[in-house]
């Protein structure tokens, strides 16, 4: 009993102080945005996209694309309720399914949404719980079974701090100057293939690391 009004605790004060909070924060970053034409083409052309970017990195992405109706992938446990509740403050819409939890279903859930209509989501392929950096099957598979564009993002900043926890979340300080950059969008060839899958794995994992260190070269511009 005690542990379930504590958890409603939770995230009443998550829907309540999260947001203010957050753009307060905001406000204090000078954030520079690279390569947003891959977007605006893509959208152009009528296509659904996967942005792609690393566990660690997924605090900047939340605070540059508040109320663009992108959907993000949430684990089923009591956290991943915390944040649904902070990303639907911002706008974001929410399939609910892990690795570990409810995966088969959010999977084909989010097939039928991309063929059903306008439908962008945002997948971090290493959580929620790791190996740090190393993507899984997920992402490849939807990408490959619908066709749509993979757009990797990196982001870097002048000052930072690292936590200790299995993905050393980046912590953008308040007052830092900070990138985000899109990667050209990624077309992965259609198959079934599991050795050919796995390329696409390993492909994505070196361009996104790459993309890195151009968001850190953007940085310093």
């Known amino acids: 009993m005690k542990k379930k009004i504590f958890e409603k605790l939770i995230l009443l004060l998550a829907a309540l102080l999260a947001k203010p909070i957050l753009l307060v924060y905001r406000a204090t970053?000078?954030?520079?945005?690279?390569?947003?034409?891959?977007?605006?083409?893509?959208?152009?052309?009528?296509?659904?996209?996967?942005?792609?970017?690393?566990?660690?990195?997924?605090?900047?992405p939340l605070l540059v694309h508040e109320k663009q109706g992108i959907h993000?992938?949430?684990?089923?446990?009591?956290?991943?309720?915390?944040?649904?509740?902070?990303?639907?403050?911002?706008?974001?819409?929410?399939?609910?399914?892990?690795?570990t939890r409810g995966g088969r279903a959010a999977y084909m859930e989010m097939k039928k949404r991309m063929w059903k209509g306008r439908f962008e989501?945002?997948?971090?392929?290493?959580?929620?719980?790791?190996?740090?950096?190393?993507?899984?099957?997920?992402?490849?598979k939807l990408a490959v079974e619908t066709g749509m564009p993979v757009i990797p993002i990196s982001v870097a900043a002048s000052n930072y701090k690292r936590l200790k926890s299995w993905d050393r979340l980046f912590i953008l300080l308040p007052f830092s100057k900070c990138t985000l950059v899109y990667g050209k969008p990624l077309y992965f060839e259609s198959t079934k293939d599991a050795q050919k899958l796995s390329r696409h794995v390993r492909d994505l994992n070196k361009i996104t690391n790459k993309l890195e260190g151009v968001a850190q070269k953007c940085l310093s511009s």
Not at 92 to 98: A, H, N
Request: proline share 4%; with cysteine; aromatic share 12%.
């Open 29 to 60: 970053l000078s954030i520079k945005i690279v390569n947003r034409d891959f977007v605006r083409d893509c959208r152009k052309r009528g296509e659904n996209i996967i942005y792609e970017f690393w566990h660690e990195y997924m605090i900047l």
């Open 72 to 99: 993000v992938l949430v684990s089923q446990h009591f956290d991943g309720e915390v944040i649904s509740r902070i990303l639907k403050s911002f706008g974001f819409r929410t399939v609910r399914g892990s690795s």
């Open 121 to 140: 989501i945002a997948f971090t392929p290493d959580g929620p719980t790791g190996p740090r950096r190393e993507a899984k099957l997920g992402l490849i």
